[in-house]
């Protein structure tokens, strides 16, 4: 039996960065109120002649060194955005081309902060199907492009970036299991209003800005997210008492505690970005997971578990022995 496994990472976050009290001088907030309710201390936003395929081909190169490949050996590109560069075409494209990565399947695909789980387990399903070799897989956004930087609920919550791994076959896993959920009965809770096929006219005026119902996105994010970690795990047969790390979308601080707590988990085994990127939404948790890596707390052979959740509601998880 063919495994997938992730045989190397990288990020790539923005230059600028914004504080807390930044935004205290842009809206009615404060570093205080943002700290103690999201966990967010600073983010990095893009500049504004930069793109998510700019972004991913920063974090790309990055993993593609630490998995010691070469550019020639990708034969699989996928990519979970929100925020691609353009409607079409894919923002995969764009990205293989800057790479010189040869013909090949390359897609993005949106599921919203759940973008890089699912196209994390995409990733895996071709691998072990024997469709891919090795693949590139990045999960990045430029959010702060869709924010109305005067909506104190939304604003003070997101950031950009891009994370990547490279992922390829092994007899051992590797990628233990993967599981994605969606319901689109929460659509309503957490959306932007304008799409290539609804409401174009409204892109760049003030009725574009993320939509979002906090304390209902709250209350759905805790119970699925704890509900989900505790499935991943028993389906794969393991205690939590085995896992060496969780690795959650980096969305709220307080959110991630009661994902931790529902597991029985100590916070000194979650990874936790969210103070020094904000939610990046696709982004968050690749870079999370390189991150741990290159500052040496995840190790090679250990047990991880990524998940997150996003707008739809979408959500989905990672189990995998690094
Ligand atoms: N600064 C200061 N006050 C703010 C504020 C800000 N940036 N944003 C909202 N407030 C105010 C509200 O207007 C409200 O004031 P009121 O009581 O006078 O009406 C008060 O703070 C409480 O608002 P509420 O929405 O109930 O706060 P909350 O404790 O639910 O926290 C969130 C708000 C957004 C931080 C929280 O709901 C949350 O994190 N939700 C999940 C969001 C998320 O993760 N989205 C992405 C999912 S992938």
Same mark, same amino acid.
């Given at each position: ?109 949106? +599921?919203?902060? #759940?973008?890089?789980?699912? $196209?994390?387990? =995409?990733?895996? *399903?071709?691998?072990? /199907? ?90 759905? +994010?805790?119970? #699925?997210?704890?509900?989900? $970690?505790?499935? =991943?795990?028993? *389906?794969?047969?393991? /205690? ?83």
């Amino acid at each position: 039996m063919t495994y997938s496994r992730i045989v190397g990472t990288g990020r790539y976050l923005p230059e600028r960065v914004m504080t807390n009290f930044d935004l205290e001088k842009i809206v009615d907030t404060s570093d205080e109120w943002i700290r103690t309710r999201t966990g967010v201390e600073r983010r990095h936003i893009v500049a504004e002649d930069q793109t998510t395929s700019d972004m991913c081909i920063e974090a790309a190169r990055v993993a593609i060194e630490d998995a010691g490949i070469d550019v020639s050996e990708i034969d699989l590109v996928i990519v979970g955005t929100t925020s691609p560069d353009l409607i079409f075409p894919n923002v995969a494209t764009i990205i293989q081309h800057k790479l010189g990565i040869s013909p090949c399947p390359a897609f993005s695909l949106e +599921a919203a902060c #759940t973008g890089f789980i699912y $196209a994390l387990t =995409t990733a895996d *399903k071709f691998i072990r /199907a024997g469709d891919a070799k090795c693949a590139l897989v990045l999960g990045a956004e430029c959010i702060t492009k869709l924010m109305d930087w005067s909506d104190r609920n939304t604003c003070v919550l997101f950031g950009d970036g891009a994370g990547a791994v490279i992922v390829k076959p092994s007899e051992e896993p590797g990628l233990i299991s993967c599981h994605l959920g969606a319901d689109g009965q929460y659509k309503d809770l957490l959306y932007y209003p304008v799409g290539p096929s609804r409401d174009l006219a409204k892109a760049g005026t003030d009725e574009a800005s993320i939509m979002m119902t906090g304390n209902e996105v709250f209350k759905v +994010a805790v119970k #699925t997210l704890g509900g989900i $970690a505790a499935e =991943t795990l028993e *389906k794969a047969g393991v /205690a939590q008492s085995e896992l060496d790390w969780l690795i959650p979308h980096q969305a709220n601080i307080r959110i991630i505690q009661a994902t931790a707590k529902r597991l029985g988990l100590p916070m000194e085994k979650v990874i936790l970005t969210v103070q020094d990127h904000g939610n990046t939404s696709a982004a968050s948790v690749p870079m999370a997971l390189d991150v741990a890596i290159r500052d040496g707390r995840v190790k090679k052979g250990q047990l991880v578990l990524m998940e997150a959740f996003g707008g739809g509601f979408t959500w989905g998880s990672v189990l995998m022995r690094l």
